[in-house]
């Protein structure tokens, strides 16, 4: 009997002391297509109508839903992790955004529409980093209300909220890039780009965000889209380990490095909030490096959907136009569609994103 009440106590106590991991309540995102779950579908999709339908979410919903890919994002699988039912769009109308609101839309920069207006380049949507921030200020009173003092509705709710920051900035370059702006011009453009998303992590905080999940850019240079586009004779602009892009690689990293520092800075000036840097360069390079330790047993440069070249990448017949053709099981490919990843590959991200393998600080505690 003293056995069974002792051990009990010991039992409760390790169970105690043991508790699974504080699960986040609500999530809220903001970025481009890598995390758009139906906002740029929503606003007409002139621009890439393909994304409305099929192949495009062939895999998990098996119909399309505005995701630029075969199926589930990186957003997705950690929704899923905290027990929440995938975040609806912001867009999406008569939704409850109580456990959350993706405010993503394919396309978007960083930088305001009226920067690349003025250079001459066209951008798919307008709806860039300080729309998607406005339209969160203008669903907040509805979450949580909040007067002054210091524990108030919102700061509770915020404290168990996810704030995914991107990926964005990666269309502040692929745009220029692909409109045929030097390497040299668009790489001036990079301080420019992480201040604002710094400036838009700290209008974050200020609002009552204290988790804050912020990805860099990835490795352009391994993407189909950039192979192809940039496709050179000479054997030195590939390193010789993956077969990338070298220079776009180092674009990619130096907006990466810059990000990094501009999070340092905010965490000493934001010592409340947890600023996390999710590492998606190296978890790319990763799968690329070591393809079938992934499962990418039909490679990682070549996309899943398209209609034929050396990468399966075609700007003028992209994936879901006439003429392209999708991969017998697309969990076995890196690249959707030469610029957008595969669920399997967004599954490998969140995992890693999930288990801080990706991140430089827990994400989960
Ligand atoms: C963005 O705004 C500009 C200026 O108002 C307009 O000319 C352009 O068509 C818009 N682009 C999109 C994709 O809506
Ligand atoms: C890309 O697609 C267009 C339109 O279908 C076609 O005319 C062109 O030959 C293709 N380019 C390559 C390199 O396959």
Redesign the pocket.
């Known amino acids: 009997m003293k056995l069974a009440v002792l051990s009990f106590i010991i039992i409760s106590f390790f169970h105690f002391s043991h508790s699974s991991p504080q699960k986040f309540t609500s999530i809220f995102s903001f970025g481009n297509s890598l995390a758009d779950t139906g906002n740029f579908l929503i606003l007409g999709a002139?621009?890439y109508p393909f994304v409305g339908h099929l192949p495009y979410g062939i895999t998990y919903f098996h119909h399309p839903t505005g995701r630029f890919s075969d199926g589930r994002l990186v957003v997705d699988f950690i929704a899923e992790s905290q027990g929440l039912p995938l975040l609806p769009s912001y867009l999406a109308s008569h939704e409850n955004f109580r456990q959350g609101a993706n405010f993503a839309v394919a396309g978007a920069t960083a930088l305001d529409?009226a920067f690349f207006?003025e250079i001459g380049v066209?951008?798919?949507?307008?709806y860039s980093l300080s729309t998607q921030l406005r339209w969160f200020d203008e669903l907040k009173p509805s979450l949580c209300k909040t007067p002054q003092g210091l524990f108030t509705e919102c700061s509770e709710y915020f404290k168990k909220s996810l704030f995914l920051v991107g990926e964005i900035g990666g269309n502040d370059y692929n745009f220029p890039l692909v409109a045929g702006k030097s390497l040299a011009e668009v790489t001036s453009f990079v301080p420019k780009v992480v201040q604002t998303i710094a400036e838009a992590i700290e209008r974050l905080t200020e609002r009552g965000a204290v988790n804050l999940l912020v990805p860099g850019n990835l490795p352009i240079g391994c993407l189909p889209l950039y192979l192809t586009l940039f496709a050179t004779m000479e054997k030195e602009d590939y390193d010789d380990r993956n077969w990338c892009l070298i220079k776009l690689n180092n674009l990619a990293r130096y907006h990466n490095e810059l990000l990094k520092s501009a999070i340092k800075q905010l965490r000493r000036k934001h010592p409340e909030a947890r600023i996390i840097y999710a590492d998606y360069y190296s978890a790319l390079l990763q799968f690329v490096h070591s393809p079938r330790h992934f499962g990418f047993y039909s490679g990682t440069q070549k996309a899943c959907c398209g209609s034929g070249g050396q990468y399966n990448f075609n700007l003028t017949a992209p994936c879901g136009s006439e003429g392209s053709h999708v991969c017998k099981d697309p969990s076995t490919y890196l690249s959707w569609d030469g610029l957008h990843l595969t669920e399997a590959a967004y599954h490998h991200i969140a995992n890693g994103l999930l288990d801080g393998s990706f991140t430089d600080l827990p994400l989960i505690i």
């Open positions: 002139a621009a529409p207006q066209g951008l798919w949507t307008n």
